[in-house]
C-alpha cells in the first residue's frame, strides 16, 4: 500500500478522515488518527445530514456522478457500521422536496423536474393537493413541490459515532485533543506528523482535516491547498412527531427532520473565517425564512443553535487525491457535501493508497498546487 511498514496518519477524525480510516482498517491497513480537538466535533457535528446530489446540486458532471454513487454507498454504508459499533445512524432515503410559493418558482421547479426525468433521475411535480398530502404541515400556502424520491438524509452525529465506534473495533488507534499538529518531511516525501505529545512515523499522510486542511503546519509551500471555511449557522426546533416528515428546501431556509422530535432549520452561507459564534442576525434570518413558509413552526420551541465550517475550495469542488509531495494525499474541500461524500471519499481514497486507482482527475489536488521548487543544492 506505501513503500515502508509504517502506519497511514490520516489528520482529522471527523466523517471523512474516520470513514477513510473505516476503509483502510477494514482491508487490513494499519492505520492511526490525529485529531488536534475533539474528533467528529466540526463540520462532521454541525452538518444537517442532508443526502442530496441533485437538490443540493453543483455544476459538475464529475461532482453529480460522485455525489450519486456515494448515496448509493449509504444503505451497505450505514448497516455495517451498525453491526460493527452497534449504532443506528438513521439513513432515511424517503425524498426531498423543494416548494415553489410563487409562479416563477413553481416554473423553475417544474422545468427542472422534466430535465431530470430527461436525464433518467427520479422526479415528480406535487401539485398543491398532492403536496399537502405528503405534508400536511405545509398547509395550502405553497404552489407544488418538486419531489426527488431518491435522496435524503442521515443523522450525522450518529453516523460519526457509528463510524467512530467501528474504527475502535477495527482497532483503529485514534489521537484525540493532541493540540497542533505539524506534517514533518524530506526534500521528497513525507515522515509522519508532530504534535506536542510527539511524533508519530507515517507512511503514507492523509489531510482529511476539514476547513483545517489549508492550516496543517510543516507543509513545503507547493504541497499548501487553499481550502477555506465557510460558517453556517442552524437552529433546531422541538415537533412532535411526524410534524415534518422529510427534508423541505424553502426560500430562504432548509428543514430536516430527527426521528429524536428535533427539527432543524439551516443554514447561512457566511464568509467569517473561524469564527464559529451564533448570531442574532442569523436566527432571525433563518426564522423569518421558516416562518413564512410554515407559520405553524411559531409555536416550537428553540431547543439549540449552533455553527459550523464548511471546508470549501476555490472551485467548489473537492480535493481527493496525491499531491506533489511523496506520500501526502488530500481528502478535504467538500464543502456542502462532505457528509453525503463520506463512502466514496474513503473508497477513492483507500483505492488510491492501495494504488488500485490514480483518482479523478476534477479533483486532483495537483490542480491547485504550485509547481515544487528545485531541491536546494
Ligand atoms: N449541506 C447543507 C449545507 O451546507 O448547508
Known sequence: MHERGEPVVIVGAGLIGLGIAYELARRGA??????????????????????????????????????????ALYPEFVADLRARSGVDARLALDGILEAAYDSPAQDRLRAQVESRLARGIPARWLDRDELQRFEPALGRTARGAAFSPSEGHVDNRRLGRALRGACDALGVRIDENTGPVALEADARRVLGMRHPRGFVPAGAVVNAAGAWAGSIEGLP?????????VKGQMLALAMSSNFIRRVLWLPGAYLVPRDDGRLL??????????????????????????????PSLAELTIVEMWAGLRPATPDGLPYIGPTSLGGYFVAAGHYRNGILLTPATARLIADILEGRSTGIDAFSPLRAQEAPQPAAK
Not at 462532521?44 to 448515496?71: K, R
Open 30 to 71: 494499519s492505520v492511526r488518527v490525529i485529531d488536534a480537538h475533539e474528533p467528529g466535533r466540526a463540520a462532521s457535528w454541525a452538518g444537517a445530514g442532508m443526502l442530496a446530489p441533485y437538490t443540493e446540486a453543483h455544476p459538475s458532471a464529475d461532482f453529480e456522478a460522485f455525489c450519486v454513487s456515494s448515496l
Open 221 to 229: 509551500p507547493h504541497a499548501v491547498l487553499p481550502v477555506a471555511p
Open 265 to 294: 432549520v439551516g443554514a447561512t452561507v457566511e464568509d467569517a473565517g473561524f469564527d464559529v459564534r451564533v448570531t442574532a442576525a442569523a436566527m432571525r434570518t433563518l426564522l423569518d425564512a421558516a416562518l413564512a413558509a410554515l
